[in-house]
Structures are given as structure tokens and as C-alpha cells.
């Protein structure tokens, strides 16, 4: 790997989103010279994935790894993994950190080993646990992460207005509490108390994605000040809606027509009418994700895009004393430690 600028870490590499990436990169020259660190639930089951790259230069260097961002232990074993291996210079340090991987229930509400929420853990707590952990992996130089985000954490989205998600009033503020125990435990926002156990299921994915959001702030604020890794940046990115397997939990008429079938024939006349709108195609986002991660200068630094658009995060987003309160009890439900992070704002 001796003429490679850097690598690529993308979480959710065989999804949707993923794929479309890999696919940008592995078309795109400059790439090309990046090794790729792909991260899947299951390795031996990436087959969209692996065909996207079946389709590479011989050249292009690259790995697949096996993650499940819902279990913890899991997340620390890989990172450990590669932080050993970025040290050993056995593949070179991280330019960009992608964290792509979603995960919505459809009101299938389920709990990790911990006892923890699976959407809250999966769409945020595996990948900030992550985060923290590689930061001492990243190019110190110029090293970018990019948080994937979603208008699921905007309360107050036009389709939230249309849908009904956040309708009662109740729904409209995400923390009223000075803690994450009812969010990471599962107990906000069950399906018993939903009218429709799909707005349920929704409400903890968009709260996952608020705190990811928080993240991109909080994470810049302590980055800045830090004496190692002030020059590491973090850019949110809202890729907009797209016709990928995000859905495959819900009924039958969304996750076998609606998302595979109406949403990519509307989005290719859409995305070239409205380019930053609400339905796009996945070869724009992830081209938005790539030009994030590559090509904004210091602009963006802890900044959320709209597409290829700066963009304002909503208030609770933006409010320090939630950002602190989601940062804090981040560190105690992810038992973070200062053995595990280059940060020295860690706490």
C-alpha cells in the first residue's frame, strides 16, 4: 500500500447509500488510490457489496469487515483491530470516516444484549463508540468525518407535518429530560403507546439521529480545542430520501414497491428539478457524501449539509446543555474510558 494517500472507512458499505459510494470511488481516479476499509453486518453475506467491487481496477486495494454497530463489545473489538493495524502502518491512517450505516425498526421494536434500544445503538451509540475510538487512527492533517444524517430528527419536516409522526405535542421536543435512560433503554416512544407502531418506530430512529447530529457539533467543539487532533473535522450530511433497502422492515407495499420501484423513478426527475430537495437520487448523495468528506474546505467544520448545501441544524440540535447531557451519558452507556480515545476532551 505504498501509493496510497490514506484509507476510507464507510459503515453500511452494502446498503443502498454504501453501495453507491463504493461505486462513486471505485469510478473516480483520485480514489483509487485510497484502500478501502468497508464495514457490513455480516462479511459473508455482503454480496451487493462485493459485486460493486468485482467491477474495481485490479489495483484498488480494499477489506471487508464484518461490524454490527448494535453490539458494543463488537464495535470495540474492530476498532482495537484497526487502530493495532494503523499503528503497525500494516494500512495507513484514516482520511475519511464515513459513518453510513442506518437502521430503521418499522415499529419492530427490539432490545441489544444490554438491554439497550437496537435503533438508538445501531444509528448512533456503535457509531460514536467508534468515533471515539479511531481518532488517533485519523490523517491528524486533514482526517474528515462524515455523520449521515436524516430529516427524521427535524420535528418540524414538512412530511412529519403530513405523515403525523411528532403530531402530539409530547413528541415535539425530543429531550425533556436531563438524561438519555428512557431513549437508550427503549421506553420513549414504545409502540403501545403509538397510535401507529410505525410512528413509534420512526420517533427512536429520529431521535438516534438527533444525537447524531448533536455529535457533529459537540465532537468539533472538543476537536478544536484539542493539542493533537485540532486540524481532524466533522461534517452531518442529510442525503435526502432515496430509493435503498432502509425500509425492508416495514409492510409490504413500502419495502417491495414504494422504496424499490416509485421512489427511484421520482427521484431521477426530481433530484434534476430540485437538486438539494426532499427525494434525490443515490448516485447525487453520494456523490454530497464524497465531495463532504473530500472536496468543502474548514467551512464545513462541524457544520450539517443539505445535500451539496450548509444548512442549519434545528434548535435542540444546537443547544449546548442537551449536546453536553447526550455527550456525557454517551460516555457512561458506551463505558468509555481515556485507554480507549485519542480525545483529551474526552469526559
Not at 421494536?109 to 448512533?124: I, K, L, Q, R
Not at 455527550?327 to 480507549?340: F, M, P, T
Request: proline share 3%; charged share 25%; aromatic share 8%.
Amino acid at each position: 500500500m505504498e501509493n496510497t494517500k490514506g484509507s476510507i472507512l464507510l459503515t453500511g458499505a452494502n446498503g443502498g447509500l454504501g453501495c453507491g459510494i463504493v461505486r462513486r470511488i471505485i469510478t473516480t481516479p483520485e480514489f483509487l488510490h485510497y484502500h478501502g476499509i468497508y464495514l457490513v453486518r455480516d462479511a459473508s453475506h455482503a454480496t451487493a457489496l462485493k459485486s460493486m467491487l468485482a467491477n474495481a481496477p485490479a489495483s484498488y486495494s480494499y477489506q471487508i469487515l464484518s461490524l454490527d454497530l448494535s453490539r458494543l463489545p463488537d464495535v470495540r473489538e474492530v476498532a482495537r483491530d484497526l487502530k493495532a493495524r494503523i499503528a503497525g502502518r500494516e494500512i495507513p491512517p484514516i482520511r475519511a470516516l464515513i459513518l453510513g450505516a442506518g437502521y430503521v425498526d418499522s415499529g419492530k421494536h427490539s432490545w441489544t444484549d444490554e438491554g439497550f434500544d437496537t435503533a438508538f445503538v445501531a444509528n448512533y451509540l456503535g457509531h460514536w463508540l467508534l468515533t471515539m475510538m479511531l481518532l488517533e487512527s485519523m490523517d491528524r492533517e486533514c482526517g474528515r468525518i462524515v455523520v449521515v444524517g436524516s430529516s427524521s430528527y427535524d420535528v418540524e419536516h414538512p412530511h412529519h407535518k403530513l405523515d403525523g409522526h411528532y403530531k402530539e405535542e409530547k413528541w415535539n421536543v425530543f429531550f425533556r429530560e436531563d438524561s438519555l435512560d428512557a431513549i437508550v433503554h427503549g421506553t420513549w416512544s414504545t409502540n403501545e403507546e403509538a397510535v401507529h407502531i410505525r410512528h413509534a418506530g420512526t420517533r427512536r430512529y429520529g431521535v438516534a439521529k438527533m444525537c447524531a447530529m448533536m455529535m457533529v457539533g459537540e465532537l468539533q467543539r472538543r476537536l478544536d480545542a484539542d493539542p493533537i487532533l485540532r486540524r481532524v473535522s466533522i461534517a452531518g450530511i442529510d442525503p435526502g430520501v432515496m430509493g435503498t433497502g432502509l425500509t425492508r422492515r416495514s409492510n409490504w407495499f413500502t419495502r417491495v414497491l414504494l422504496w424499490p420501484i416509485i421512489v427511484p423513478m421520482l427521484a431521477l426527475l426530481l433530484t434534476w428539478l430540485y437538486p438539494n430537495g426532499y427525494v434525490r437520487t443515490i448516485h447525487k448523495s453520494a456523490g454530497d457524501v464524497l465531495m463532504a468528506a473530500f472536496e468543502a474546505g474548514d467551512e464545513i467544520r462541524g457544520k450539517l449539509l443539505n445535500g451539496s448545501e450548509v444548512m442549519d441544524v434545528v434548535p435542540e440540535a444546537a443547544d449546548m446543555q442537551k449536546r453536553f447531557m447526550v455527550w456525557r451519558d454517551s460516555v457512561k452507556y458506551a463505558q468509555l474510558d481515556e485507554q480507549d480515545t485519542g480525545l483529551a476532551q474526552w469526559q
